[in-house]
């Protein structure tokens, strides 16, 4: 019953930033741990990022380390992927994603509600 919109998506020049949010509905997500993931042209859906309920505990696939940056806001049911430095490789639609019962550093299987995903595409 949970139902998650992923917006912010768009074409970027390579090095640039944007942000892309999650807004969930439903339920509160106070109670859940939210990810993001990713899906690039031709390539399975990966893990990107992850975030426990409480927001105390993250979680990034190495490549997007020191670069990309989740947050959560739970007063206004959505969370974010702040993504800076970005490289045509971060090309990809991006998803998010809740789990009732995780912890912040659960396998993709585990997430029981999903987005539809939004499109972010880097320009060399």
């Known amino acids: 019953q949970v139902q998650l919109v992923e917006s912010g998506g768009g074409l970027v020049q390579s090095g640039g930033s944007l942000r892309v949010s999650c807004a969930v509905s439903?339920?509160?997500?106070?109670?859940?741990?939210m990810g993001w993931f990713r899906q690039c042209p031709g390539k399975e859906r990966e893990f990107v990022a992850a975030?426990?309920?409480?927001?105390?505990?993250?979680y990034y696939t190495s490549s997007v380390k020191g670069r990309f940056t989740i947050s959560r806001d739970n007063a206004k049911n959505t969370v974010y992927l702040q993504m800076n430095s970005l490289k045509p490789e971060d090309t990809a639609v991006y998803y998010c994603?809740?789990?009732?019962?995780?912890?912040?550093?659960?396998?993709?299987?585990?997430?029981?509600?999903w987005g539809q995903g939004t499109q972010v595409t880097v320009s060399s």
């Open positions: 439903g339920r509160t997500i106070s109670s859940y741990a």
């Open positions: 975030i426990s309920w409480s927001g105390r505990l993250t």
């Open positions: 994603a809740a789990n009732r019962y995780g912890s912040g550093n659960d396998p993709q299987g585990s997430y029981g509600s």
